[in-house]
């Protein structure tokens, strides 16, 4: 089980990216996939998830209606738009898949890719 993440970058507020989680060594879309963030001094927290059940989504109260999750199962990938970015956003940014197919918090999480650095600013 494989998970890279990819397309972090530096942008300035108000401008959008979006971040990649793709899979190998296993069908993501029977899992549940995560995306979180961990800011320098802070823990990782939960930004949002997909449910490997039913598709249902999760989004942090902090990113609600900024960010939206994303998944590609003919790609095996997930991915995270983020609009409106704002400096609080700026975190190493981390997917991971959850093999209940459930979770939204890190603790459910079974298998993590390397982070990949947001910063916003200008």
């Known amino acids: 089980v494989q998970l890279q993440a990819s397309g972090g970058g530096l942008v300035q507020p108000g401008g959008s990216l979006r971040l990649s989680c793709a899979a190998s060594?296993?069908?993501?879309?029977?899992?549940?996939i995560g995306w979180f963030r961990q800011a320098p001094g802070k823990e990782r927290e939960s930004v949002s998830c997909?449910?490997?059940?039913?598709?249902?989504?999760y989004y942090a109260e902090s990113v609600r209606g900024r960010f939206t999750i994303i998944r590609d199962s003919t790609k095996n990938t997930v991915y995270l738009q983020m609009n409106s970015l704002k400096p609080e956003d700026t975190a190493v940014y981390y997917c991971?898949?959850?093999?209940?197919?459930?979770?939204?918090?890190?603790?459910?999480?079974?298998?993590w890719g390397q982070g990949t650095l947001v910063t916003v600013s200008s």
């Open positions: 991971g898949a959850d093999r209940d197919g459930l979770g939204v918090r890190v603790i459910e999480y079974d298998y």
């Open positions: 060594g296993f069908t993501s879309a029977y899992y549940a």
């Open positions: 997909i449910n490997g059940k039913d598709s249902s989504t």
